[in-house]
């Protein structure tokens, strides 16, 4: 199991337009943020209700999801067998998976457990917990399934979601920049915090939001995930150069990227 490339996902294909398209939209462990965020462009939201049709929205309603659907969308990470299954058994039903956040996409904050979790879960749980079955080393969705479409960042950007939603409804071949932040931050004329002393993961993430953290004047913390095209030899390099500490560096990578196997130098 794992992950399709951007260029394998470059390649998918449009639910066919004979049809309307049934959408589903799944939560797994995650504060439901992404979620959220879709329903705050509302605007926009309406305009392109009316091209698929919803079956099933975990956070607004109790109706049991439908067992046939076009496109699922995925927020949230892996954290026991239930939602192991159910990853599964989506990707073998949708046409077109969608996920959404960086729990979903890199295991985000769940997946900072991630580390040594087998080993340390005896000295939280005398009987470990069983709900939603065995609890599991937590994983992004990506690396459980193939995924067609991804919708980075913590939360989504819900112009960028509607963006992708249209690309699954009527087809791209348009994938995500692989590019890293540094060269936004350079279009959009912002000082680097390395010159200030500060330690920013802008020049590994991947790019594509727009720098906004930065250009609010807070350093990247690498919610979109690694790029890659990174270079973290480089970049631990460059921390030196700026008298930081490398320690601190691979610590704030561990943010979002616990389960990245690119930060524990595996291919």
């Known amino acids: 199991m794992g992950a399709t490339n951007s260029a394998a996902a470059a390649t998918c294909e449009a639910v066919p337009q ?24 509302e605007k926009h939201l309406l305009d392109v209700l009316g ?21 699922a969308i995925i927020e949230g990470a892996i954290v026991n067998e239930e939602s192991l299954k159910l990853v599964e058994e989506i990707r073998e039903k949708a046409k077109i998976v969608i996920t959404i956040g960086a729990c979903a996409n890199t295991a985000g904050i769940p997946g900072i457990a991630a580390k040594h979790y087998d080993s340390r879960s005896e000295y939280v749980y005398d009987d470990f917990p069983a709900a939603g079955g065995k609890a599991i080393s937590p994983r992004s969705v990506p690396s459980v399934i193939d995924v067609d479409y991804r919708v980075p960042c913590c939360p989504i950007d819900p112009f960028e979601f509607l963006e992708v939603l249209g690309k699954a409804l009527y087809g791209s071949n348009r994938p995500l920049t692989e590019k890293t932040m540094c060269g936004d931050c350079k279009r959009n004329e912002t000082g680097c915090f390395y010159q200030q002393q500060k330690l920013c993961l802008g020049l590994v993430t991947r790019a594509g939001c727009g720098a906004r953290c930065v250009n609010l004047g807070r350093a990247c913390n690498g919610c979109r995930g690694l790029s890659p095209e990174a270079n973290l030899e480089s970049a631990r390099e460059a921390v030196v150069r700026y008298g930081l500490n490398v320690e601190d560096f691979d610590s704030a990578l561990e943010l979002f990227n616990q389960t990245n196997p690119a930060l524990q130098g595996k291919e």
């Open 18 to 41: 004979s049809q309307i398209p049934r959408v589903v939209v799944i939560g797994l462990a995650s504060c439901f943020g992404c979620q959220l965020q879709i329903t705050n462009n």
């Open 51 to 71: 091209q698929f049709d919803l079956n099933y929205w975990q956070l607004v309603s109790s109706t049991p999801m439908p067992d046939d659907f076009d496109v």
